[in-house]
């Protein structure tokens, strides 16, 4: 169904249509305790030592999910922006994987990364929406993340797909990697992961997110801080509500928040900090600095992550594991930022001076 139904926008309909998208995304996916990805079978990664991800927005967001997975998995890992490739990427050879994330396919920045790579003899995998893509087609391989059009100029359901595509990728490439490890409880998180749909449908029905927007509707600013997966989940919560609401805001590392940001903090800039129920004492330990500064903490993750002692408004999810959690949160965020460019009748689907897909560098 290619309108919008029911829905005033096709951002909110996008939101809502995640348990869909995410069961197609996994759809076939798991195998027991295995990986499968029919186009890149066991020992498909074997002669790779460093993998570089290269995007740029959203999908960099999902890029450093994902990419950071793989780094715990004890795999040499690069996670970069497009836009910054030249100066930022170390030496490639035909033992790099560059894996380009980009929902449409067409980002120039990202297209340009992947040729710099490959023309220095990297091999390249494409992760992307858009079958037949430019960048689909240039790279040597190409995994889909099957999360259905996107209409919304802010990238929602293809976000949550990217990120569980390239969860499952860096478990195939880890399996191959000579002297990676896979993680330990490899079992119990495909396990889990077979409930997201179920747990999104859990937070879509129950998010206290508008309740929330409305409450701080008048603030100065809107912070998002987490640290190890939920540094990224911070950073995609902030553009997303940047780019809908036309409001500042910002996200950070929790630990990063003393080093600078710290002195914007007041009673008018609500933080929204992320946990995942894993590392996230660095993330309270910060939150509470804020707080005795005056500024209102919403803890965003499960119920029973330690950020739920340090206030008591928070955007919950079920328990899962850390690595689901994460995404379960910016679900949560997500519909922060749709309900808080709704108050403010922002033009949602099209905000100004963004386009969905950059063809220019
Ligand atoms: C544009 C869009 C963003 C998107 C980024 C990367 O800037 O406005 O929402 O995240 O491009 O797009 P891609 O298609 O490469 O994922």
């Not at 996670?79 to 380009?100: K, N």
């Not at 912070?223 to 553009?239: K, R, W």
């Not at 600095?289 to 739920?308: Q, T």
Request: glycine letters at 8%; proline letters at 5%.
């Amino acid at each position: 169904d290619a309108g919008k139904g029911e829905y005033d926008h096709y951002m909110r309909k996008e939101i809502d249509s995640q348990p869909t998208a995410l069961a197609n995304t996994i759809e076939g996916r798991i195998d027991g305790d295995d990986v499968v990805f029919e186009n890149l079978p066991p020992g498909s990664f074997e002669e790779i030592e460093t993998v570089q991800f290269v995007a740029c927005g959203t999908s960099y967001h999902a890029a450093m999910y994902g990419g950071q997975q793989l780094r715990e998995a004890g795999v040499r890992t690069e996670i970069l922006r497009a836009t910054e490739y030249g100066a930022t990427s170390g030496p490639v050879d035909e033992r790099t994987l560059v894996v380009a994330v980009t929902q449409s396919g067409e980002t120039a920045d990202t297209l340009d990364a992947v040729r710099r790579a490959t023309d220095q003899g990297a091999r390249s995998l494409a992760v992307t929406n858009v079958v037949g893509s430019t960048a689909a087609r240039e790279a040597d391989e190409a995994v889909y993340i099957r999360a259905g059009p996107e209409v919304g100029v802010a990238a929602t359901k293809t976000y949550s797909s990217q990120s569980v595509t390239l969860a499952l990728l860096t478990q195939r490439i880890a399996a191959d990697v000579p002297d990676a490890t896979p993680v330990a409880d490899r079992a119990e998180m495909l396990e889990s992961l077979t409930a997201l749909p179920d747990h999104l449908e859990t937070v879509l029905e129950t998010s206290q997110a508008e309740t929330l927007a409305r409450e701080y509707l008048d603030s100065e600013s809107y912070f998002f801080i987490g640290n190890g997966l939920g540094h990224s989940v911070a950073l995609e919560g902030a553009l997303k509500f940047k780019e809908i609401t036309y409001e500042h805001a910002e996200g950070f590392s929790s630990g990063e928040l003393k080093h600078g940001p710290l002195a914007l903090v007041t009673e008018e800039s609500p933080i929204f900090a992320v946990s995942t129920g894993s590392n996230d004492e660095k993330t309270k330990t910060n939150a509470i600095e804020a707080r005795s500064r005056g500024a209102p903490i919403v803890a965003v993750g499960p119920e029973n992550a330690p950020l739920a002692d340090v206030t008591e408004t928070q955007l919950s999810v079920p328990d899962t594991h850390p690595v689901w959690a994460g995404l379960l949160a910016n679900v949560q965020l997500q519909l922060l930022s749709y309900h808080a460019a709704e108050l403010r009748d922002r033009p949602i689907d099209k905000p100004r001076n963004l386009a969905k897909s950059v063809t220019v560098e």
